[in-house]
């Protein structure tokens, strides 16, 4: 992030802004609108900025910029087409401290505009980093479309009455969840339609009514998908962002955590190898303790819950404790990572069938039926198998497999960090060996493996 986005007071602060364009005059609005005192500095002015000065109350200084000039403002905009002048109002204002954006040149910059959609008091803003500015006007249209105007009503009428909800809602998450059925209910409604009495009428009767009832809470059981947090479903994206906490594992990606809600609370459950944070049963009591405290849950699955994600064992202790609960399923590694290497998992000439199995061991074996696995015609995909690749090739090719027969190792599927390696049952324990692999895996054996090569198409370092 090479901006820190800040939203910045200045209400009857002094501002300056060097040069008298057109330019200006647009900087000169935006600022107005925020009730700085704007000075402008240029050695002429321009008809826009003349017609502004009255109806804006500028003050304009007629000369030339000299280093002397920057000091007493709390902001400063350089919208000159003199590369010498912005520089020096950049040094100067660097010297005292004081924030400055040179137009249409970043690296002169301590701050930048961004792309603003106005509905005040709620104000949204876009920005690029001063690379594409006209990508961030495009999205901020964008963005208006889903931010009608009615909903800076909505934040003033809830201003009005953040005191009398924090006085009779004492518990921090209950006024939480208080205002998000206010904001997603009728009396949202109410405002957008322009019927504030009503509005005001029925906030009054749902204060009330919230201290006589209580919360149950609600266990959403969430599939994250392969890595890339574009494969979320909107649902799952929703139920991430509304939740008091979240609950997830080891494969549940670095860029999927970002999107949880600053304030919502993350506990850690993953499991590697002979090495559980939590034991499976533990999981499953963790997840009935916290919604009968009333909470709202996301249990975070990397990939679907219900394929190798043991999301029905922790179905069966919610359902025996009555705790409510949802699932949303995700895209399982199999589909996600396959698409992504160009391997289809089946294929017409290549295989009519797919299988999913789970290579890990158990009591130091990998329990599969090989007789079942080697049927021709068919995809093998295989779960959590790096650490029992040796062993799970040398077995299919005892049961009957071709030595010859492609296979692939994906590694992090999705993700900027995806590798694909491909060789045969026979050849690709050797690829795996001479190379750094880390999990997460995905083992896909089967003639579709061929197509990878003409098929690739993510890039994972575009």
Same mark, same amino acid.
């Given at each position: ?18 040069? +008298? *364009?057109?330019? #200006?005059?647009? =900087? ?25 000065? =009255? ?22 905009? /350089? ?39 106005? $509905? /005040? ?10 690379? +594409? ?33 924090? /006085? ?24 957008? +339609? ?71 609370? =993350? ?21 009935? $303790? ?128 995806? =590798? ?6 026979? /050849? ?17 054996? *089967?003639?579709?493996? $061929? ?10 370092? #575009?």
């Amino acid at each position: 992030m090479q901006f820190f986005p800040i939203f910045l007071r200045l209400n009857q602060q002094k501002c300056l802004i060097v040069g +008298a *364009g057109e330019i #200006a005059a647009r =900087k000169i609005e935006i600022l107005a609108k925020s009730g700085a005192r704007i000075t402008v500095l240029a050695p002429s002015f321009s008809t826009p900025v003349q017609t502004l000065e =009255k109806k804006l109350a500028l003050t304009l200084i007629q000369k030339k910029f000299e280093s002397t000039d920057a000091e007493g403002y709390r902001l400063i905009v /350089s919208a000159t087409d003199n590369q010498t002048v912005n520089e020096l109002v950049s040094q100067a204002a660097d010297k005292l401290n004081i924030l400055v954006n040179v137009v249409d040149n970043p690296k002169l910059c301590q701050f930048i505009f961004p792309a603003i959609i106005d $509905r /005040s008091p709620i104000i949204a803003a876009i920005s690029s980093g001063g690379t +594409a500015p006209v990508l961030a006007r495009l999205l901020k249209t964008r963005v208006e479309t889903l931010i009608p105007s009615g909903y800076g009503r909505l934040a003033e009428l809830a201003g009005n009455y953040r005191d009398k909800v924090k /006085s009779h809602i004492l518990d921090p998450r209950q006024r939480r969840l208080f205002w998000e059925q206010v904001f997603q209910g009728s009396i949202a409604e109410f405002i957008f +339609a322009g019927q504030h009495e009503k509005a005001e009428h029925a906030l009054d009767e749902q204060i009330i009514a919230h201290n006589t009832t209580t919360t149950d809470g609600e266990i959403y059981l969430v599939g994250a998908g392969p890595g890339d947090p574009d494969l979320l479903t909107l649902r799952a994206l929703r139920l991430i962002q509304q939740a008091d906490i979240v609950v997830y594992d080891r494969l549940v990606s670095e860029d999927i955590l970002n999107l949880i809600r600053r304030d919502a609370q =993350k506990i850690y459950v993953g499991k590697k190898r002979d090495q559980h944070t939590l034991p499976q049963e533990s999981i499953n009591q963790l997840l009935t $303790r916290l919604a009968l405290e009333g909470n709202r849950v996301v249990r975070l699955k990397g990939g679907d819950p219900f394929i190798f994600g043991r999301g029905g064992e922790e179905i069966e202790t919610l359902m025996e404790n009555n705790i409510n609960f949802q699932v949303v399923p995700g895209i399982t590694a199999a589909s996600g990572c396959a698409s992504y290497a160009g391997i289809p998992l089946t294929h017409r000439e290549y295989a009519q069938s797919c299988t999913f199995v789970t290579g890990h061991y158990k009591d130091n074996q990998i329990n599969l039926n090989w007789e079942g696995l080697v049927a021709p015609n068919q995809t093998l995909v295989i779960y959590m198998g790096l650490l029992g690749l040796n062993h799970i090739c040398a077995s299919l090719i005892e049961h009957g497999c071709s030595k010859d027969l492609p296979a692939a190792l994906i590694q992090q599927g999705t993700t900027k960090h995806q =590798k694909v390696i491909t060789g045969t049952l026979e /050849s690709l324990p050797h690829h795996i060996h001479e190379q750094s692999v880390k999990a997460p895996t995905l083992i896909i054996v *089967g003639n579709v493996v $061929r197509l990878h090569d003409k098929l690739t198409w993510f890039n994972p370092n #575009a």
